[in-house]
């Protein structure tokens, strides 16, 4: 099956940018911190094969759904329930599908990032580090580029995350790169792994985000880590333009979630409306849907014991590492986004020597 979603407009283009970042040899070959160098051992330590590590034999049936349907946040609502299963079914396939190449496309800006990194930080331990996350993003690529090509449904790349992505490869400072990618877009893409490794029927795709799931832990770690010295040693003017910076990235995010909570109303995802048409669903009856579920008291609350990436570990990190200033502060207000900073969840989450974050099974 070779979906029709794959052929349309110039999303499969490439796309050209310029990384005005700065390029920085380091001839002191010092250690900046340790921590960075034991992310760096850990890294090293925890290389892994996609080829040695994973059964790519498993079959997978592309109309089938691959994730548990009890847990599928619009499978529950009543207007999912009323239709046909065969309907159900394919609006489950799609709508994987389509967060499954936001993993992919997300993965290939993340391996960009940290090759930005490699070359633009000025210390010589979070240069060893940042090869290794490119490294890292690179078998991540590779992982779901196998898997989606075994769905034989591509989606294009949100046109938020692009807009995100790019914002942060074409910064001019470092960490603001490290809080486009390492704090905001890996941030939510913890929770996004953790959600998909729990709820998913597939074996592979468990064992591929069960993988990456450990990479990207270590990756939010490194900007937690590296960025709080970083900010420190900055101007005060520098660091209000990285606090702009992440009021910005944040901003982008949170609208395209539907708010901080989600229970906004999300941007129109051109992805998305593609899933709809394809399952035969009118936009329409799908906005209703989430008002009809909105007045019967169903909400999209995260079940008990569920870690809120946004509260408790995205928003705190950028509050701790210094990236939130008392005049983004008043950004923040404006937009209706609370500043969390209560860092309890977050640091009970982290491994002492590395940073690293270790979420519960
Ligand atoms: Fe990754
Ligand atoms: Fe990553």
Redesign the pocket.
């Known amino acids: 099956m070779n979906d029709t979603a794959t052929t349309q407009t110039d999303w499969t283009q490439s796309d050209v940018l310029k990384a005005p970042t700065e390029i920085c040899w380091q001839f002191d070959y010092e250690i900046s911190q340790q921590k960075l160098l034991n992310l760096y051992k850990k890294a090293k330590q925890h290389q892994w094969d996609a080829d040695e590590q994973l059964d790519w034999s498993i079959e997978i049936d592309p109309s089938q759904p691959i994730i548990d349907q009890n847990a599928h946040l619009f499978l529950r609502l009543p207007f999912f329930q009323r239709l046909p299963k065969a309907q159900r079914d394919t609006f489950a396939a799609h709508s994987t599908a389509q967060l499954l190449s936001q993993f992919l496309h997300g993965?290939q800006g993340?391996l960009m990032t940290a090759s930005v990194l490699t070359h633009a930080v000025p210390d010589y331990d979070a240069k060893l580090y940042c090869a290794t996350q490119a490294m890292?993003?690179a078998r991540?690529v590779e992982v779901y580029e196998r898997y989606v090509r075994k769905l034989a449904i591509t989606y294009p790349i949100s046109p938020w995350l692009k807009e995100l992505i790019d914002a942060t490869l074409a910064a001019d400072h470092y960490a603001k790169v490290m809080v486009g990618m390492n704090m905001v877009v890996e941030g939510l893409a913890l929770a996004a792994f953790h959600n998909m490794r729990r709820t998913t029927t597939c074996p592979l795709l468990r064992s591929i985000t069960e993988y990456?799931l450990r990479?990207?832990s270590r990756?939010v770690a490194f900007g937690n880590v590296y960025l709080r010295e970083t900010i420190a040693q900055m101007h005060p003017d520098e660091r209000e333009d990285v606090a702009q910076f992440a009021f910005e990235a944040v901003k982008g995010m949170a609208d395209a979630q539907g708010g901080p909570d989600g229970k906004g109303q999300r941007k129109a995802d051109p992805g998305f409306m593609k899933v709809l048409e394809h399952c035969g669903i009118e936009l329409h009856d799908f906005l209703q849907a989430l008002q009809e579920a909105g007045a019967a008291g169903i909400n999209f609350k995260l079940p008990p014991g569920h870690v809120h990436s946004f509260r408790d570990l995205m928003m705190p990190a950028l509050v701790r590492v210094g990236a939130v200033t008392e005049r983004s502060r008043a950004l923040y207000a404006q937009a209706g986004i609370p500043v969390w900073d209560d860092v309890s969840v977050l640091e009970s989450m982290e491994d002492a020597d590395t940073g690293d974050i270790v979420f519960p099974e």
Request: proline residues 0%; without cysteine.
């Open positions: 993965e993340a890292d993003e991540h990456v990479d990207e990756h």
